[in-house]
């Protein structure tokens, strides 16, 4: 589906005591951003290890790794790269006795691979790297010494060079996770581990000699921000996503101050009378009541079947002498409308309310807005399986989509990496599904990956982590604005799941905000997880209940085919031969719709997965090596790609059977399988890779589409490649002008470059299918915003890779104006990044979510990407800009020790720094002028 891990890589850096972490020119960030020390080693817990003292082992051995040279490769089939051992800790590391294992997305080429001119030479360097799990299957990797190792002696350390897979650009592609395992010991020993790039050597920051994308500089910045300074925001421009029609008059509307505000709403509209009464209540001081008449009220939610025509339209009117009336056929529409008046509010006002305390009133313009969305279908993907995300993170970010009028939450809660729904009758989907750990047998828990398994807690078997994020950081606070260090040390939820209670007060919360919420079960691939639970179930019972083992068991244990996915797993997938997997997925569904039914929240679509199954070739297949497929009656005749039909056409009725729609990934329907009602999610549309227009193929054959393109939709890949930026980039750098810029109906319009930066020629889409007819636009159901979970190793994280990606998602999805072609987004774009800095961005710093039951933690503010400033130095003289005018710049010429405010053109010598602060004084990365 989606994250395809080609084109990614990952090489290491320097050590912990090293400060990691360029900013986007290239240079080490000024000491006091980004120096830190060895965090204090005397809160480590000491464990049961026999061995050498184990209590001072943790904090002290590091391990890190730099990037030599990706271009070795003419076409990037691999790089070379140095992994440092720092060893200060008293243990002798010799020839025998220890292990160290590590999570790593590049496959590490074996000894004696790669080309004429490079070899992988490890054993002569005295080491073994290998699959760190029994089932030598995913990211999980062991090094450990040979007989002719030579000995690391405290204090002392080691270089050794490697060679891995394609190539590594960005910090965060580091390795992570690094734990020791003494001698025969069952508690493993977190060991400390950071990269370093240098982003100012094309060695280390081009994937291979065809990289023609450059690394962004302080100047390269100050050009491209220069056509956009100048702009103005006012009530009308102020909004996101933008009205359909808005007329802004003269006078103003205060709203409070007089005594109560006194609300009217509609019979029907309970549920939205108490949002509004919420949300103002966040800032207004007064008291909030309700009246059962029109007359005389502030603000009147009004169904009205004469009001705009839609289920989610509306009209916003206030007026000096009438107060704020909504009207909307639709209790969906009166909400939205409600949205669109609380980006009226004052941003003052929201600051107030967070810092000094609520004001008694506030102005309101007077103003008249008709409104109606593009599509009926705007939503987000987020991807709980690779990192857990707990609800109350969920719930901050519903609102959040909400008050941008995403109104569908593709909630991705089951994957290789962790299965994260209780369900009852199946325990152990949760007690083994749900859990990573140090358990190379996986015996009570997956292995580790991605570098993370139960966070920085216990009772993941990995004694010595770091006691907060702070120290995992390396010893300063992790603000999460762009690569930390903590985010490979632990950091990161790989553990976790939400219990029936948790998940329903989910649905409920969305639900009150006319959020649709899509559970996918991925099937039958990206399905490890619940494959290994439903082995451990089958232990459990083998013994003693025959037919509890069996009940839900995922796999044929003689099963010989071979393949594995891009992600590294060789045993991830569910067989579609074994009556047992349809038993399980009908379980599992039953009680998903049994959720939705506990809160009356609808179950319109439940997403069936489908994707990233390996392709078939004489060395791989997927489950023609199995007897129990080539007896079963119904399969033992068809090839692979028969039985994967036979699985979805099995599939798709146990779904329907709830009521609901199945959607999924295209690959589904990619051999030509005909699934009458199938929704697809086309989302494999990499420039150049050959499926580009696969949406527009479906659309014409008049079947229903939800476009989720990786080349502008996929919020999780990196904004670009700085090598402070985290996240991936297989498809492309993704930033909010790709997210903004997006053309759902013309995609190929703003298909100019391929993800190595080279312009393609006129008409080179010219052979490719395009929407026939406007009348094929209405089989575009919509579009979403995704978000996949392997670098979300935190809540800000979330944040910072949504904000503002998912503006620009928002904008295409719901305004009903939206461009038609490339050449009209320039000025759309302005507009855009100016209502971001002067209205958008300041109402996020002081955010916080309505909460009408007293659900969430007091929180204030996101953690949005603060864009790093451009500029340069012009015969003397300091020039900046921003790409969001209306924040604030600042600069420093003692290397950070101190910044100044930036105002205009200042005269400066020597070393120059800049950064942006936000509203609420949150900082951007610091950049260097050169």
Sequence with gaps: MRRSLLGISIILASSWMMMAGCDDDGGNNPPPANDGGKPDSSTVDAGTDSGPDASALGPNISISFRPIDNTISAGGAFFSGELTIQNDSDLLLDTTGWKIYFSFVRGILPDGKADDAYTQDLAKQGLKISHGDKAQSGDYFVMEPLANFTPIAPGKSRNITLLAENWAIVNTDGPAGFHLVLGSSDTAWALKSTTVIDATDPKQTKRFPGDHVPVPTAQSRYQENTPLQGGTVNAATGLLPTPQSVNVGTGQYTLGGGGAITVYASAGLDGEKAFLKAALGDVISGAITDKADQANTAVRLVLDPAAPAGDESYSLAIAPANGVEIRARKAAGIFYGIQTLRQLVPTGAYQDAATSGKRASFVLPEITISDKPLFAYRGMTLDVGRHFQSKDTVKKLLDLLAAHKINKFHFHITDDEGWRLEIPDIPELTSFGANRGFDVNETNTLHAAMGSSNDLGSGDGISGKAANPAEANGGKAAVFQGFEKASLNFVGKGSGYYTTKDFEEILRYAAERHIDVIPEIDVPGHARAAVKAMEYRYRKFASSDATKATQYRLVDPDDKSTHKSVQGYTDNFVNPCLPSSYAFLAKVVKEVKARFDAVGAPLTMIHGGGDELPGLSATVTWWKGSPLCQSNPDTK????????????????????????????????????????????????????????????????????????????????????????????????????????????????????????????????????????????????????????????????????????????????????????????????????????????????????PVDLRGELPKTTGVNYRVPLPGAKIDNGQLLANLRYPGLAIEYSTDNGTTFKPYTAPTAVSGTVWVRTKSPNGHYSRAAKVN
Excluded: C
Aim: a negative charge; aromatic letters at 16%.
């Design 637 to 848: 005749n068809l090839d692979d790609t028969g039985i994967k039909d036979y699985f979805f056409k099995k599939w798709q009725p146990i779904i329907t059977a709830t009521g609901a729609t199945m959607t999924g990934w295209d690959d589904i329907i990619h051999s030509g399988l005909v699934l009458p009602g199938f929704i697809p999610m086309p989302w494999s549309n990499v420039w150049g890779w050959g499926r580009e227009d696969d949406a527009y193929k479906y659309a014409n054959n008049d079947q229903t589409v939800i476009l989720a393109h990786a080349t502008n939709l996929y919020m999780d890949l990196a904004y670009n490649n700085d090598p402070d930026e985290p996240g991936y980039y297989w498809a492309n750098f993704v930033d909010e002008s790709k997210t903004f810029n997006y053309l759902p109906f013309n995609i190929f319009d703003i298909a100019t470059h391929s993800r190595m930066g080279d312009a393609f020629p006129a008409g080179e889409w010219n052979n490719k299918v395009h929407l026939t007819d406007a009348s094929k636009r209405a089989n575009i159901l919509g579009m979403q915003g995704l978000l996949w979970g392997e670098n979300l190793k935190s809540p800000e994280l979330v944040e910072y890779f949504a904000f503002p990606k998912i503006l620009g998602v928002a904008e295409r999805a719901w305004n009903f104006n939206t461009p038609e072609t490339a050449n009209a987004l320039p000025p759309a774009w302005k507009q855009f990044v100016t209502t971001l800095g002067q209205a958008e961005l300041p109402r996020l710093d002081y955010y916080h």
